[in-house]
């Protein structure tokens, strides 16, 4: 049961993935027609942008020379590094300080702040500060806790290991006080995360999520959790249980549960910082993953008062709390409001604050100089990469020309790579929405006809039949056939023209399966997948489609130019190993030289660079592929796709 259950919170996660690459909040609209139609209006709009070029004139600059030693170079970045890193030390410990006079940990921030420190200092800084001083005011309630979660007479490996975690986080907590006391940088917190995971029994409610029961039950269950847990640690927000069983909530679409959640232990979802916090950051990640399914706007409302996220302005580090691009406009649209904004739009300078900091800087003028022209180098190469939009601002010259005329701005000008991750990310949503009342071992048995299927794009049947696959070959209780039936018979087989969908599953096994049932695959579908699994460096996906790749593409970005592209040493096996693996970029390169690919010039700009940053792998491919070698570096550029 444990592994259903894994595999249908992968499923969930996966509808979790479109966070990552989703287009801006003023660009988004629910992906839930024709993705070959979606795309199109990003081809008009680049187009129109075309034919109403600025007249910015770009001039390539030759590739520097490195005139400084490369010796002098490394130390001075040391140099650098280290200063940087002492700095914050220093800076961490005057906060330390601070925080022991009294100061709140706002203010302390805004003066680390206004004193320079990076944003994933400071994020790091306030959450670690946050949760050391709630530790400090319930060291008894935490003592306690992890006393009577010592195993008498500890028998088994887990036993043992619990016995001596907890032992361990006791004697922490015994000498906090002492640390305290020092005047250093602020004790770590305790990792609340893993004590609550070995000593709170979750699988039972993992296993009633699935099993869509109501929500007073699920939060029932929630109460009879904690119910041993001091009240004092359940209703502090940094200390609390909750946090595990609020984001399996999140993960797996209950939004009326978590909201529930949230109205019966309000303090324990209090957030009166400035920041950001990990609660916080599960409730948007769930409207960006579920946002195109709402139909309860009452509970999600609720979802946000409960966590407060509407109730003042936050900051969030970019880098920590991983995008959220979709979801202030998705609640825009539904008459919910929140104001959040990256840590970067934070004033430096906030007068407000009588705290001072003082940093001193990290190289003198002549040492800033040098360094600077140590990185001339990779300022070259970041000048010469831009999206299609970048370069069209541009006026025709012979290097714009040969920039818009080449395979990397034409792949760019048709790929949105975001759109159609934003297209999958929606369909996976939709189908953990109409899954709810679905019990989980008919699911796993593909046993769906009163799943209640809404009408469905071709787009949206195929990424659909992929999702439910992918979960019936993890389960290995179906043979490959028996799922090609009951998926087909559903009307949920995967079609071969809807090739954007079925790129997003190269290299899986699902992908796999469905290519092996297919009597004909067009070849636009064929390259585009040839091009996607060769990407993943998976050979076996490749000669699959290899068949179907009868047209010339060699003025396309091809199937060589994506492993080139990613390839990685780490997976290279020696041939000597006897070891077969269905990912392998050396073999595939190999295989495709073989076959007679043809070294172009898009291949020789994407060897420019690996030369530039990663030489020991260029070493590496020309070695194997000689006619990659590259001599100078002039004729680089590229296109990014957005």
């Not at 259903?4 to 996966?14: F, K, P, Q």
């Not at 069983?245 to 400035?274: H, I």
């Not at 180098?377 to 818009?404: I, L």
């Not at 079925?502 to 049932?517: M, R, V, Y």
Request: hydrophobic share 40%; aromatic share 8%.
């Amino acid at each position: 049961m444990r592994k259903v259950i894994v595999i249908l919170a992968a499923l969930a996660l996966a509808a979790l993935l479109g966070y990552f690459l989703l287009p801006s909040a003023d660009k988004q609209q629910t992906a839930k027609m024709n993705v070959a139609a979606d795309v199109q209006p990003a081809q008009q709009q680049s187009t129109l942008s075309a034919q109403n070029k600025a007249t910015k004139h770009y001039v390539p600059e030759p590739f520097p020379e490195q005139t400084l030693d490369s010796e002098l170079c490394e130390n001075l970045k040391d140099l650098f590094n280290q200063h940087h890193f002492q700095n914050r030390q220093q800076l961490e410990i005057l906060a330390a300080r601070a925080l022991k006079q009294g100061h709140s940990l706002d203010d302390i921030s805004l003066a680390l702040w206004a004193a320079g420190m990076d944003e994933r200092a400071l994020y790091h800084w306030h959450n670690g500060a946050a949760a050391l001083q709630a530790t400090l005011k319930m060291r008894p309630a935490l003592k306690s806790y992890m006393q009577k979660n010592i195993p008498a007479n500890a028998q088994t490996e887990v036993e043992t290991a619990q016995a001596q975690a907890m032992a361990s986080f006791i004697e922490q907590l015994d000498e906090l006080s002492m640390q305290m006391q020092q005047d250093q940088r602020l004790p770590q917190s305790f990792p609340m995360e893993y004590l609550y995971r070995h000593t709170l029994e979750q699988k039972g409610f993992e296993e009633l999520i699935v099993s869509n029961v109501p929500a007073h039950e699920l939060v029932q269950a929630v109460k009879n959790t904690v119910y041993d847990v001091d009240s004092a640690l359940v209703n502090d927000p940094h200390l609390t249980p909750l946090k595990l069983s609020f984001a399996a909530l999140l993960m797996l679409g209950k939004t009326e549960a978590a909201a529930m959640l949230t109205e019966q232990y309000p303090q324990a979802f209090r957030n009166d910082s400035l920041f950001f916090n990990d609660i916080q950051q599960a409730v948007l990640q769930h409207i960006e993953a579920y946002g195109s399914t709402f139909t309860d706007t009452h509970a999600l409302s609720r979802l946000i008062q409960g966590t407060q996220l509407g109730s003042k302005r936050y900051y969030y580090h970019r880098l920590t709390v991983r995008p959220v691009s979709r979801a202030p406009s998705l609640l825009s649209q539904l008459g919910i409001h929140i104001d959040i904004h990256p840590l970067a739009e934070l004033p430096r300078d906030n007068g407000s604050v009588q705290l001072k900091f003082e940093a001193s800087a990290a190289l003198d003028a002549q040492q800033q100089a040098q360094l600077e022209a140590c990185s001339v180098q990779d300022k070259w190469f970041e000048e010469r990469e831009k999206p299609v939009e970048q370069w069209q601002e541009f006026a025709d010259s012979e290097f714009v020309a040969e920039v818009s005329e080449s395979p990397e701005y034409e792949y760019c000008q048709s790929h949105n790579n975001a759109d159609i991750k934003l297209f999958i990310n929606d369909t996976a949503a939709l189908l953990v929405s109409l899954a709810q009342n679905k019990p989980l071992p008919e699911l796993m048995r593909l046993e769906l006809d009163d799943l209640n299927l809404p009408p469905l794009s071709e787009q949206q049947k195929t990424a659909m039949g992929l999702f439910i696959s992918s979960m019936a070959v993890a389960d290995n209780k179906l043979t490959e056939q028996e799922i090609v039936n009951k998926l087909s018979n559903l009307g949920l087989d995967p079609s071969p023209l809807a090739h954007q969908v079925l790129a997003q599953f190269a290299g899986s096994k699902e992908l796999t399966l469905w290519l092996e049932t297919f009597s004909h695959i067009p070849e636009q579908t064929a390259f585009e997948l040839a091009n996607a699994a060769a990407a993943k460096g998976h050979i076996a996906q490749y000669k699959l489609l290899e068949p179907y790749l009868s047209f010339d593409k060699s003025e396309h970005l091809d199937p060589l130019y994506f492993a080139l592209k990613n390839y990685a040493l780490e997976r290279y096996i020696h041939p000597e190993s006897g070891t077969e693996r269905p990912v392998n970029y050396h073999r595939l390169v190999e295989y495709l030289k073989d076959k007679g690919a043809e070294i172009r010039p898009h291949h020789h700009r994407l060897m420019m660079k690996h030369r530039f940053e990663h030489p020991e792998m260029y070493q590496h491919l020309i070695n194997q592929l000689p006619e990659l070698t590259v001599s100078d570096n002039n004729g680089y550029f590229a296109v990014s796709c957005q």
